[in-house]
Nanobody, 116 residues
């Protein structure tokens, strides 16, 4: 059974930093990453890294967020710097694998609030 378990988010002041981690178990994944869903809005990609190591970032976080994967521990991290109020959202860990067709998996979500 596939499980994605995220670390806790938190409340951060504007300009601050926060690191999210997600531990995956139950399968080998072709891609892992993070999505986020601000209040009243749809869930959108934040950062994704495929098995070939190529990261993909949303334009709004380029230069501020960094995704990394520890393949030995099946973990994905999101280092978030220079956080702004518009980064406030529920952040979801995501993993993808292929077996005849694509399977998408999600963590339970963790709240990140950027506020003074």
């Amino acid at each position: 059974q596939v499980q994605l378990v995220e670390s806790a988010g938190g409340v951060v002041q504007p300009g601050g930093s926060l690191r999210l981690s997600c531990t995956a178990s139950g399968a080998t994944f072709s891609a892992m990453g993070w999505f986020r869903q601000p209040p009243g809005k749809e869930r959108r990609l934040v950062a994704l890294m495929t098995s070939d190591g190529a990261p993909n970032y949303a334009d709004s976080v380029k230069g501020r967020f960094t995704i990394s994967i520890d393949n030995a521990k099946n973990m994905v991290h999101l280092q978030m710097n220079s956080l702004q109020p518009e980064d406030t959202a529920v952040y979801y860990c995501y993993a993808r694998r292929f077996n005849v067709r694509q399977f998408d998996y999600w963590g339970q979500g963790t709240q990140v609030t950027v506020s003074s």
